[in-house]
C-alpha cells in the first residue's frame, strides 16, 4: 500500500472508530434499542474480505502472462505447497483444488472404502460429512462439547466398531479439538486420524501447528477462510507413502510429474488439482496470515474478556493445550433465560439492527434429511447390513448438540480485524438489548 493510500486507511479507520464511539455513546444514553426505533450501536461496516494489494495483482498479472496456468506447467503451485509445508513445519504438503477434496483425496490416500464407519462431529460444516458419503462409508457422529463447540472426545470410544476406519475430527472455528485424547483413543484402536482444519490455519496444539498431528491434516482456502484463494485446500502429511498415494489420487492417477503429455498410470483418481492462480494468490494472501492472526487474537481476547461479564453470553471455551486459537468463528452460547426468555432469532435479529452482524451457526448435521436418503439409497442398503443402518439414528443422537444449535451465536473472523473500539461496540449492543430484552421479546 502507498503512503498516501496508508494515511487515507489510517484517517478513514480513526473516523469510523470515533463514529462508532459517539454512536456508542449517543445509542447507550437514549437506550432504546434499534430494532424498536432507536439510534443503531454503529452503522459502519467492519472490515471488508478479502483483503488485497498490489501483491495480489502482480502475482496475477505475472501468471496471466507467463501462460502457466496448469501446476505441471508452472511453478507457483510448488512454491506454495513449500511455504505452507514451512508454515506449518509438516513433512509434506499437497495443494488440492478445495478443502472438501483434501478430505475426500486423504481418505482415498489412506485407504477408506465403501462399507467402512468414519466417526466424526455433528458440529461442523456438511463438508466434512459429504466427503465420508462421496466414499460409501458410514458416518458415525460422536456428541458436541458444548462448552468449546469440539467433538466430545470423551465419548468417541463408545461410538468405535470393528468398521470403523478413521476418525476425522474438526477444530471447528479455529480452536483445536482435544488432540490429546483423540489420539490416544486412535492409537489404542489403530485407527487413522484425519484431521479436518479446514477453518484452523495457525491454530496450534501444544504449541504445534494443527493439521500435523494426524495422519493427515486438510486445508480450505475457500473465500471465507482465514487464508484465501476462492476455492483451495491442501494436505498436510508427514507419511511419504500417504502424500505420494495422494498425489497420485488427486491427479488423475498420474505420478508426480504432472504433465499433459504424461500417461503413465501408478492408480486411479480423479482431477483434484490448484491451478497456478490460486497458488500465486495464496503466496500473497501469506505475506499477511500472522499480522491478520494476531489481530484476530487480540480483538477476540478483549471481546471475551467484555463478554464473559454479561450473564447469559458463555464465550466458546479453549482446552488448555490449544495454545493458539485460529478464531475462523467467534463463538458464545446464548442464554435466553438471562434476556427475559427472548428468543435466539429475535437476538440475532436485534444485534444485527444495531449494526452488528450475527449468526445462529449450524443446525444438527446428524438430524439432515440427505443422511436418511443416502442411508436409503441402494449402495448403502447393499453395503451395510440392516441392523447397522436400522440402528444409526439412535447411535448417533447427540442432545448436546442439538441444545447448543439452539443456543450458539458467531461472528466472524472478518469482524475480528476491525478495532478495539468495534469490539467495544459488540458488547454495548449485548448489554443494550440484555437491558431491553423484556421489551424487545414482546414485540
Ligand atoms: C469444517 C470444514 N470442513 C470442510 C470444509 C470444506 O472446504 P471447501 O469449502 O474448501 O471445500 C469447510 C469449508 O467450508 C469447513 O468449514
Known sequence: MDTSR????AAASAVGILTNVVKAAAAASTGKPALLGGPKIRDNAFPSWPITDRLEEDALMETLRNGNWFRGDGKHVSEFEQAYRQLTGARN???????????????????????????????????????????????????TDADTFQIDAPKMEAALSPRTKAIMPVHLGGSACDLDA??????????PVIEDACQAHLAEWRGRKVGTYGKAGCFSFQASKNLNSGEGGAILTDDADLYERCFTFHNNGGGRKPHS??????????????????????????????????????????????????PGIVPARMYDDCTRNAYH?????????????LRRDLFLKALSAEGIPSSGGYAPLNKEPFL??????????????????DEWAERTHCPSNDQLCQEAVWFTQTMLLGSRSDMDTIAEAIRKIQKHAGELANT
Not at 329 to 341: D, V
Not at 373 to 389: H, I
Open 6 to 9: 496508508r494515511m487515507f486507511v
Open 93 to 143: 504438503c499437497l495443494a488440492t483444488a478445495n478443502g472438501t477434496s483434501a478430505l475426500y483425496v486423504s481418505m482415498n490416500g489412506i485407504g477408506i472404502e465403501p462399507g467402512d464407519e468414519v466417526v466424526v462431529p455433528p458440529y461442523t460444516f456438511s463438508a466434512t460429512v459429504n466427503a465420508v458419503l462421496r466414499q460409501y462409508a458410514l458416518p458415525i457422529f460422536v456428541d
Open 182 to 191: 483423540i489420539l490416544a483413543i486412535a492409537q489404542k484402536h489403530n485407527i
Open 261 to 310: 503429455s504424461s500417461f503413465a498410470y501408478s492408480g486411479t483418481g480423479a482431477n483434484f488439482r490448484l491451478t497456478e492462480f490460486q497458488a500465486a494468490i495464496l503466496l500473497a494472501q501469506m505475506t499477511r496470515i500472522e499480522e491478520q492472526a494476531k489481530t484476530r487474537t487480540a480483538n477476540a481476547l478483549y471481546l471475551t474478556s467484555q463478554l464473559k461479564e454479561i
Open 329 to 341: 468463528l467467534y463463538m458464545f452460547r446464548y442464554q435466553k433465560e438471562h434476556f427475559s426468555g
Open 372 to 389: 436418511q436418503t443416502a442411508l436409503q439409497s441402494k449402495p448403502y442398503q447393499r453395503l451395510f447390513p440392516k441392523k447397522v443402518l
